[in-house]
């Protein structure tokens, strides 16, 4: 599965739009990104995954460009409750390991 | 949604004495499950992958002995930490595939005093 690159940290203003930044620069035609997040001393939650076209979800938008070799995770109106460790991971099938990256830790400040 | 049931939420034991960990998917049948660690501040280690009905496939530098995984039906699996130490303190996390990705347990906190 494709490695991503993500930045270390990112601070967010409470009810603004947080812009969440992926690389995959090697990812497969086949292979699609997903975006988890992880609250503190919490599982991974899912949030949203794409292949090819943007998505929204009620939690989020996937932005992909064109050549898929980025993404970006848009949180429309960042929460305190949002803060947490971002997770960006590229696999191409069901039962395929997950590799998890280090993530961005984003804080949402009041 | 799917949903993956982990427990116990956390956990305390004493060095030398073992620890099991269930994780159940409860509305879909998993055929694979991968568990993880995660030490403080660090990103999940994938440790093995568990499989129904075979032997689990660990990742290198996780001893098999020491963790011990049993898939023995479609919607669950457990490690047992085997002989726990204090270094085997740490965050277990449980995943497997369903609904619209993985899903993933809300994690067991191990503390071996």
């Known amino acids: 599965d494709a490695k991503t690159t993500q930045p270390t940290s990112m601070d967010c203003a409470e009810g603004r739009a947080a812009n969440l930044p992926c690389n995959h620069s090697?990812?497969?035609?086949?292979?699609?990104v997903y975006w988890y997040r992880q609250i503190h001393s919490q599982g991974p939650q899912y949030i949203i995954h794409g292949l090819k076209n943007n998505e929204t979800n009620e939690m989020a938008s996937l932005i992909i460009t064109e050549d898929r070799k980025s993404s970006t995770l848009i949180l429309p109106h960042a929460t305190l409750r949002d803060t947490a460790v971002y997770y960006c991971i590229v696999f191409g099938a069901a039962g395929n390991k997950l590799t998890f990256g280090g993530g961005t830790r984003v804080l949402v400040k009041p | 949604g799917a949903v993956v049931s982990q427990h116990p939420s956390w956990v305390i034991c004493k060095s030398g004495t073992s620890v099991k960990i269930e994780c159940r998917s409860l509305?879909?049948?998993?055929?694979?499950m991968f568990w993880y660690r995660q030490f403080p501040k660090q990103s999940l280690m994938l440790m093995a992958t568990?499989?129904?009905?075979?032997?689990?496939?660990?990742e290198q530098g996780v001893e098999k002995d020491k963790f011990l995984i049993n898939h023995a039906s479609l919607t669950l699996s457990t490690l047992t930490v085997t002989s726990a130490h204090p270094e085997d303190s740490s965050f277990y996390i449980c995943?497997?595939?369903?609904?619209?990705?993985?899903?993933f347990g809300s994690g067991t906190r191990l503390t071996v005093v």
């Open positions: 995943s497997a595939f369903g609904g619209w990705g993985y899903t």
């Open positions: 509305d879909f049948q998993a055929t694979t």
């Open positions: 090697t990812i497969s035609g086949n292979e699609y």
């Open positions: 568990s499989n129904e009905g075979s032997k689990a496939t660990y």
